[in-house]
């Protein structure tokens, strides 16, 4: 369970404010991922770092900014939100293989 | 890219009843399918996964089918208890560098006592 940690759990900003959430994985992994996770739909790939190298960025809009400082930590700094962007962010780490870990992800605000 | 789709968005069953998930995919490349349980407020677990070479895999009351000619692949839960109640969302991977995955909306299952 504490393979993958993220903070803040929860935060509420309003759409001029600055802020980042950050994931760290003790797993050893080499990639890791953003998720935007909202209601009824399927979750949603933003970025892919694989050994600190981004290798997808789904067109996610500019106002999300990811930094992979090192192939234990990312993060997601995201500035003037829009209230559509209110969602659950969920990190995930995986080795070489397929299987992805996931964090216990941060609740999004946007008000 | 890949699509999966993921029916029904819903299932309820009574305790002791089985439970079926399906998933079809579009891309014949993937070979990867994992399946994840979110509770309610926690992250989504992998509770199984299964491979393009293998038809079906089983782990105590959950199995996995896959169908690589009809691209679907399905999730069995025998024997339902309430703890099972969540959501669950499959999953297909195509192998590229990027270990991409594309997952499905997922089934609210309900297990009824």
């Known amino acids: 369970e504490t393979g993958v940690t993220q903070t803040p759990r929860h935060l509420v900003m309003g759409m001029t404010n600055k802020k980042s959430l950050k994931c760290e994985q003790h797993?050893?992994?080499?990639?890791m991922y953003w998720y935007k996770q909202s209601a009824k739909k399927p979750l949603e790939l933003m970025f892919v770092y694989n050994f600190k190298e981004q290798t997808e960025n789904n067109s996610v809009p500019s106002r999300f900014s990811p930094e992979c400082p090192n192939s234990s930590h990312l993060f997601l700094h995201l500035h003037t939100l829009q209230p559509e962007d209110s969602a659950l962010y969920l990190c995930?780490?995986?080795?070489?293989?397929?299987?992805?870990?996931f964090g216990p992800g941060t609740r999004l605000t946007v008000l | 890219g890949e699509n999966v789709e993921q029916h029904p968005s819903t299932l309820s069953v009574q305790e002791g009843d089985s439970a079926v998930i399906k998933c079809t995919y579009s891309?014949?490349?993937?070979?990867?399918f994992p399946w994840y349980k979110q509770e309610l407020g926690k992250r989504p677990q992998l509770i199984i996964d299964i491979r393009s070479n293998v038809g079906e895999k089983k782990d105590q009351r959950i199995a996995v089918t896959l169908n690589k000619t009809a691209k679907h692949f399905s999730l069995h839960i025998t024997e339902t208890q309430p703890e099972d109640s969540a959501v669950y969302f499959c999953?297909?991977?195509?192998?590229?560098?990027?270990?991409?995955?594309?997952f499905g909306t997922g089934t609210r299952l309900t297990v009824i006592p």
């Open positions: 891309d014949s490349a993937s070979n990867y």
């Open positions: 995930a780490s995986s080795p070489n293989t397929d299987t992805q870990y």
């Open positions: 999953a297909a991977q195509i192998p590229t560098g990027a270990n991409n995955l594309f």
């Open positions: 797993l050893g992994h080499n990639a």
